[in-house]
Each structure stands twice: as C-alpha cells, then as structure tokens.
C-alpha cells in the first residue's frame, strides 16, 4: 500500500466513525479485496457495504424492540405444540402472524384455561411484530394496573399513558386471575379505550366474556371494555387441560411404569 493510500484509508476511517458507520468502517477492506477479486465496479462495492450496513442496523434495531417489549420469556410459533391444542386455527395464526392485523389496527383476544398456551402464542406474535419494526410492549395485568395506579399517585400518569399511546401494539397478559379495585379498573379501561382503533390490543384471559365482571367490577365497565376490544377482533380459543398438567401426568405414569413391582 503506498504513502497516498495509507493516508486516503486514514482518513476514510476518521469519516465513517464520524458518520457512525461501524459496519462500513469493520467489512470495508474485506469487501474491497473480494470487489477487486470479482472484478466489481464502484457502485457494486459501495452497494455491498450499504447493504451490510443497513442489516446490521435493522439487527440492532430489532433486538432493541425485544428489550422494549419486555417479553416474560421468548417463544416462537415453531415451538408451540399445534398438536397438543387442536382447537386452534393454525391457518388464522400464520395469517396473524404477518402483523397486517396492527396495520388494520384490529385486536385479537386469546381465550382459555391456564397452561393451554395463550401466554406462548401472544409472544410470538409479539416477536414477530418486533422483528417486522413494531413498538410493542407486553405486561400481565397485574403489573400494569400496578404502574398505573403508581403513576396516578406519583402525578405521573400522563407521561406513562403517553408512552403507551406510542406503541403499535400492547400486549395484556393474564386478565382474569386478580380481581382489580375499582380504581385499577377504570384506569385499565382508560388505556384500552385510548388505543381503541390507535393501537393493535393483544389480551389473553382464562375467563370467558360474561365472567369479566369478577375482575373488572362494573357490568358497565365490563360491557365497554368488551365494546371496543371485540370490534374488529380475531378470536383464538384454546381447550383442552394445562401443558403443566400434561407433562406432569406424564411424567408421574413414566415414573410409576419403572418402578420395580413389590412382591409380598
């Protein structure tokens, strides 16, 4: 390498870290030498490191989206059982999964006993949404009646219900399984009803609809939740007993197969 373009590759380093291009700075003498290899023009080389560049970034930008989320735990559709839970519509979930549903801002409601795979099912449409460049956030209700009711004690409520309203799509996991106050109630309501044909709502419940009014309180409350979260909405229902329950029976028959038999 001569004086001229020692001083030329310097120099092109100082610019891509001030244009905060670490991917072009990292690939750009490898690319360069396989360009020249390939025998490949100006434009091809320079196609080459953009392209790396912006995959790189949409990496990042995806596995910040994850943090975002704060999912529970990672699941993916690859992983869920369809077997084990027949009642499902397979064909409606792969549809669901492309996330033209948060386009259309529709909602979907999964229903069904606990450890039927509800929880499993919203985070990897949840990821999904993630990887195609959504905001999204996931909470058990619980924990987001909990802030609420924290950020309304501390003045702080419109500052939290505007990061809600910048999200794409919330996720509400677990609805049913504590009854709120009356208060939590109406300041869940208040969100739900904010992202009323705003947002995509993803809420995963144990509870069918008529018994809603054991967490939220009010029939008149119930009643609107179920108004503007039913309208334009996808309904996936899931049956059959708890996986937990599943694996337990089945590893209680393996462990009684193999004991040996007691003779008197």
Request: glycine share 6%; proline share 2%; with cysteine.
């Amino acid at each position: 390498m001569t004086k001229k373009e020692t001083k030329s590759l310097v120099l092109l380093q100082h610019h891509l870290k001030s244009l905060r291009l670490p991917t072009i700075l990292r690939e750009s003498e490898k690319v360069a030498q396989r360009c020249a290899n390939e025998n490949v023009d100006h434009l091809g080389f320079l196609l080459q490191l953009c392209e790396l560049e912006l995959i790189e970034r949409e990496r990042k930008a995806a596995e910040r989206r994850l943090k975002a989320a704060k999912f529970s735990n990672h699941k993916t559709l690859e992983s869920f059982d369809f077997q084990a839970q027949p009642s499902v519509n397979k064909l409606l979930v792969s549809e669901l999964m492309r996330g033209e549903y948060i386009e259309k801002r529709e909602n979907i409601l999964l229903v069904g006993n606990s450890g039927t795979g509800k929880t499993h099912l919203t985070t990897a449409l949840g990821i999904a949404a993630c990887e195609q460049g959504k905001r999204v956030r996931f909470y058990q209700v619980t924990e987001l009646i909990t802030q609420l009711l924290e950020a309304r004690e501390e003045r702080d409520l419109s500052r939290m219900k505007r990061q809600l309203g910048k999200l794409d799509l919330l996720i509400l996991d677990e609805l049913g399984y504590v009854p709120a106050s009356k208060i939590g109630s109406e300041l869940l309501f208040d969100v739900i009803s904010t992202a009323y044909e705003r947002q995509s709502v993803i809420v995963t419940t144990n509870l069918p609809f008529e018994n809603w009014t054991e967490v939220l309180g009010s029939e008149r409350l119930t009643g609107a939740t179920l108004d503007r979260l039913t309208h334009r909405c996808h309904i996936l229902e899931l049956g059959g007993e708890s996986y937990r329950l599943q694996d337990a029976k089945r590893r209680h028959k393996k462990r009684s197969s193999s004991e040996p038999l007691q003779t008197k």
